[in-house]
T-cell receptor, first 111, second 115 residues
C-alpha cells in the first residue's frame, strides 16, 4: 500500500520543551489528519487539514498542510505530562477514499 | 453523547475458534472501518464499508469477515484462518458519502488474545 513516512519514531524530552514531528510521502494527499493515542485507547483527532499551505492551531498544537501536498508537520509547544502518547499522521490520497496512516511518533516526557 | 462503542474491551479465545468483535455507532455515519494495530506499529486497514449491505477488503482482509446489515453496526469476525489474530482491533466511522475525506472517529478498541 501507499506509505507515509513519519518521523521521528520516538522522542524523549523535558517538560516545557517544544516538539516537532512530520510526515512525508511521494504521493499527493488532499487531506491530512493528526491523531493522538493514549495506551489502550483509540486514536483521538487533534487537527484536520484540507488545503495546501493551511496552518491550523488547536491550543498548544499547530499543524500545517505542506504546499507540495506531500507532507505535513505537527508542533507542540511547551509540552506538559499529559502530552505523552503516540501521535499519528494520516492522509487521504488524492482520488482515494481510504485513510493511510503513518507509523506513529511515541512521545515521552521527563518531568 | 454520540460515539462509537466497541465491546468487549478484552477478549480471550482458544486457537481454532472464531470470534466476533462488536462495533456500534450512533453518529449517523455512513462509513465504518476496522483496523488492526500491533505493538509499535501503525494502523492497518482490514475492511471498510461505505454504505449498508456493502463492504470492501482493506490491506489485510485475509482471515477476517464482516457484515453491514444496519447502518449503526459493523461486526468483525476473526476466523480460525487468521494466522496471527492476537492484536488490538479498532473500529472507526466517518460521514462518508460525498464527504469521503471526513475524519475518522475511533472507538476505544478491543484487545484480542488467542492462545
Amino acid at each position: 500500500g501507499q506509505q507515509l513516512n513519519q518521523s521521528p519514531q520516538s522522542m524523549f524530552i523535558q517538560e516545557g520543551e517544544d516538539v516537532s514531528m512530520n510526515c512525508t510521502s511521494s504521493s499527493i494527499f488532499n487531506t491530512w489528519l493528526w491523531y493522538k493515542q493514549d495506551p489502550g485507547e483509540g486514536p483521538v483527532l487533534l487537527i484536520a487539514l484540507y488545503k495546501a499551505g493551511e496552518l491550523t492551531s488547536n491550543g498548544r498544537l499547530t499543524a500545517q498542510f505542506g504546499t507540495t501536498r506531500k507532507d505535513s508537520f505537527l508542533n507542540i509547544s511547551a509540552s506538559i505530562p499529559s502530552d505523552v502518547g503516540i501521535y499519528f499522521c494520516a492522509g487521504f490520497l488524492q482520488g482515494a477514499q481510504k485513510l493511510v496512516f503513518g507509523q506513529g511518533t511515541r512521545l515521552t516526557i521527563n518531568p | 453523547d454520540g460515539g462509537i462503542t466497541q465491546s468487549p474491551k478484552y477478549l480471550f479465545r482458544k486457537e481454532g475458534q472464531n470470534v466476533t468483535l462488536s462495533c456500534e455507532q450512533n453518529l449517523n455515519h455512513d462509513a465504518m472501518y476496522w483496523y488492526r494495530q500491533d505493538p509499535g506499529q501503525g494502523l492497518r486497514l482490514i475492511y471498510y464499508s461505505q454504505i449498508v449491505n456493502d463492504f470492501q477488503k482493506g490491506d489485510i482482509a485475509e482471515g477476517y469477515s464482516v457484515s453491514r446489515e444496519k447502518k449503526e453496526s459493523f461486526p468483525l469476525t476473526v476466523t480460525s484462518a487468521q494466522k496471527n489474530p492476537t492484536a488490538f482491533y479498532l473500529c472507526a466511522s466517518s460521514m462518508g458519502g460525498n464527504s469521503y475525506n471526513s475524519p475518522l472517529h475511533f472507538g476505544n478498541g478491543t484487545r484480542l488474545t488467542v492462545t
